[in-house]
């Protein structure tokens, strides 16, 4: 008997759990929504616009904190890139041309493409209406942050006067468990818009 004396490829990777979970996404299609839904007008060379979306999303997963990890975190990491399809990894650089290419058309096609994916994968949309009813609770959450980021005003956070900053609205159905219904960013100022026609819309939308 012959014995093979050519090795097998071997890669490895630091994030065993999040590689895992990259399996997962491809084989349940969660991003064609938004590979299917978002245009980005960019020009290519070597990798489609939401190719590289993708890689500074998977970039986020992988828990960078800015841009600027991708080529030290997941440019340096082949086997997390193959369990999320990808056989390379762009450059921060290009991932931060794409994103300054998005338009305010691209962030409405992303809202359809987060809807759609919702409602095929949530739990909160394959919850038993005809059963019981699905109570939902709005929370808002203070975010302070530099004058200079977006929707940045002066607004109340707790045992911080004349501070500025943001509000994360979140609708979470809470009834057996807390699932993320739906999530937004507002300005410092925010009170409560629970009853405005945006949450409203976004709450039907999502039961719909």
């Not at 490895?12 to 895992?20: E, I, Q």
């Not at 960019?42 to 979306?53: A, E, G, S, W």
């Not at 059963?131 to 045992?159: N, Q």
Request: aromatic share 8%.
């Amino acid at each position: 008997m012959t014995e093979c004396s050519t090795e097998g490829t071997k890669t490895y990777t630091s994030c065993a759990s999040l590689a895992a979970l990259g399996v997962k996404v491809n084989e349940s299609q969660l991003f064609e929504p938004i590979r299917q839904r978002v245009q980005i007008a960019q020009k290519t060379v070597k990798d489609q616009p939401i190719d590289k979306f993708y890689d500074g999303w998977l970039a986020m997963l992988a828990g960078v904190h800015g841009l600027v990890e991708i080529n030290s975190r997941l440019r340096a990491d082949p086997a997390l890139q193959a369990a999320f399809g990808r056989s390379w990894c762009v450059e921060q650089s290009v991932v931060q041309q794409t994103l300054d290419a998005c338009t305010p058309e691209n962030v409405q096609q992303m809202e359809e493409a987060l809807d759609e994916i919702y409602r095929r994968q949530s739990q909160g949309c394959q919850h038993d209406f005809r059963r019981e009813y699905l109570i939902l609770d709005v929370d808002l959450s203070g975010m302070p942050c530099g004058p200079k980021a977006a929707f940045a005003s002066k607004g109340y956070f707790a045992k911080q006067r004349n501070r500025r900053g943001r509000q994360l609205r979140r609708v979470l159905a809470s009834h057996t468990m807390r699932w993320l219904w739906i999530a937004s960013l507002r300005d410092g100022a925010t009170e409560s818009d629970a009853h405005s026609p945006d949450a409203s819309r976004r709450t039907h939308a999502g039961v719909e």
